[in-house]
């Protein structure tokens, strides 16, 4: 090789490339995931929930909303903060002020004229951000109100960064075959694979030493299932992106993107675990 010639980094070195700032920036909100879950009390982990779906709001609004923000676009973001907040008094807040943010985004998007394909398109966007960033969010105070809520939620966080992180390391070493090229073509059915087995793996240890009311093989089996569920989120936010033309919701995290593209899994897993915990272990 000539000394001016620029070397060649191997396949597997570029593969990870930028793996050390994810891994610095992941750990990080590990470690706050788990204090905070543990230590917090309720209405401080609402106060997380309800800013994280503040800023949640505004990334989807940034994706989903072309040229300046009108006041039916910029009303969903208290009003998704809002919904976290409300799931401190009870699973009928949460209804009620999903109810009532639907009814406010929908007149503010009606009222802003123009053709009724724009003004239904806008509300069905619109309201569909409500339910996808507050609503979602709102299940993870809701959980952690219930018995033992905090051990439930740190199970999720658990079973979620367990899928992702299986994914991940699956995907970049094995991956050959596109999950979903269209939606995103960085995600591979080998790392789907990884990432439900890791997920299954985490889930049946913490249930059997952390929850002996669900146990080593109904945690397993619960951990694949929001293992699943996770994906199903990443998808939806890539589809967003897809259709944006974006790259990533924000910069908000260093190696991860915005606030959208690491929590998108854990929004969809939580209403999930929420339900099966009122069906099977209420």
Same mark, same amino acid.
């Given at each position: ?93 949460? $209804? ?8 406010? $985004? ?177």
């Amino acid at each position: 090789m000539s000394p001016t010639a620029a070397p060649q980094s191997s396949p597997r070195r570029s593969r990870f490339a930028g793996l050390g700032v994810r891994v610095a920036t992941g750990l990080a909100l590990a470690v706050g995931g788990v204090m905070l879950t543990l230590l917090a009390p309720g209405w401080l982990v609402a106060v997380v929930a309800a800013a994280a779906a503040g800023l949640g709001a505004w990334e989807y609004l940034r994706l989903t909303e072309s040229g300046s923000f009108a006041s039916g676009a910029l009303a969903g973001l208290p009003l998704a903060a809002a919904v976290p907040l409300c799931a401190l008094a009870g699973p009928a807040a949460v $209804v009620g002020t999903l109810g009532l943010g639907l009814a406010v $985004v929908a007149g503010l998007s009606l009222a802003q004229g123009g053709e009724l394909a724009q003004a239904i398109g806008r509300l069905q966007r619109r309201g569909w951000g409500l339910l996808y960033v507050g609503g979602l969010l709102s299940c993870l105070v809701l959980l952690l109100g219930m018995p033992r809520g905090r051990w439930w939620l740190l199970f999720l966080l658990t079973v979620v960064v367990a899928a992702d992180t299986g994914a991940y390391f699956a995907g970049h070493l094995a991956g050959r075959h596109k999950l979903a090229p269209v939606v995103s073509p960085g995600k591979t059915v080998e790392g789907l694979a990884g990432g439900l087995v890791l997920a299954g793996v985490a889930g049946g240890l913490y249930a059997g030493g952390l929850l002996p009311e669900v146990g080593l093989p109904a945690g397993a089996g619960l951990g694949v299932g929001l293992g699943a569920v996770s994906v199903v989120g990443d998808l939806v936010e890539s589809a967003l992106k897809r259709a944006a033309g974006a790259k990533d919701s924000g910069r908000l995290l260093p190696g991860h993107g915005g606030l959208l593209d690491r929590a998108d899994g854990l929004m969809m897993a939580a209403p999930a675990l929420l339900l099966a915990r009122v069906l099977w272990w209420g």
